[in-house]
């Protein structure tokens, strides 16, 4: 096994809703996958790779009405300088408009990880 190499950076999580739209419109299966797809490429270039996990999000709308609806975390490590974090909000902004959202959650943590290499 060879040495793994650690890094000192920060985790992105970038969530996002995929089950309806600002409007409370359904987001159709194969839009929020396409868009999906077009948003992870884009950490992918940035950070090297990202890792996709479906969770379930639950947020209360302006008019007060609580939606639950289906979502997607794009987790990546990332450097923790201002160009890197400054794109990645631009991804959240690309996010957001791409899926019509009212909002994305953008999540940053420091972060220590080894990539293990067989």
């Given at each position: 096994?060879k040495?793994?190499?650690t890094?000192?950076?920060?985790q992105?999580?970038?969530?996002?809703?995929?089950?309806?739209?600002?409007?409370?419109?359904?987001?159709?299966?194969?839009?929020?996958?396409?868009?999906?797809?077009?948003?992870?490429?884009?950490?992918?270039?940035v950070?090297?790779?990202?890792?996709l996990?479906?969770?379930?999000?639950?947020y209360?709308?302006?008019d007060?009405?609580?939606?639950?609806?289906?979502?997607i975390e794009?987790?990546?490590?990332?450097?923790?300088?201002?160009?890197?974090i400054?794109?990645?909000r631009g991804?959240?902004?690309?996010?957001?408009?791409?899926?019509?959202q009212?909002?994305v959650?953008f999540?940053?943590?420091?972060?220590?990880w080894e990539?293990?290499?067989?």
């Amino acid at each position: 096994m060879k040495t793994a190499v650690t890094f000192h950076q920060v985790q992105i999580i970038i969530t996002v809703g995929i089950g309806y739209d600002r409007n409370h419109n359904p987001i159709p299966d194969h839009v929020a996958r396409k868009q999906c797809q077009a948003i992870a490429n884009r950490v992918s270039r940035v950070c090297g790779g990202v890792t996709l996990r479906e969770v379930v999000g639950s947020y209360q709308h302006d008019d007060g009405t609580v939606v639950v609806e289906p979502s997607i975390e794009f987790v990546a490590m990332a450097s923790n300088d201002e160009r890197t974090i400054a794109t990645m909000r631009g991804i959240c902004q690309f996010a957001k408009d791409q899926l019509n959202q009212e909002s994305v959650l953008f999540a940053r943590t420091p972060a220590n990880w080894e990539l293990v290499n067989d």
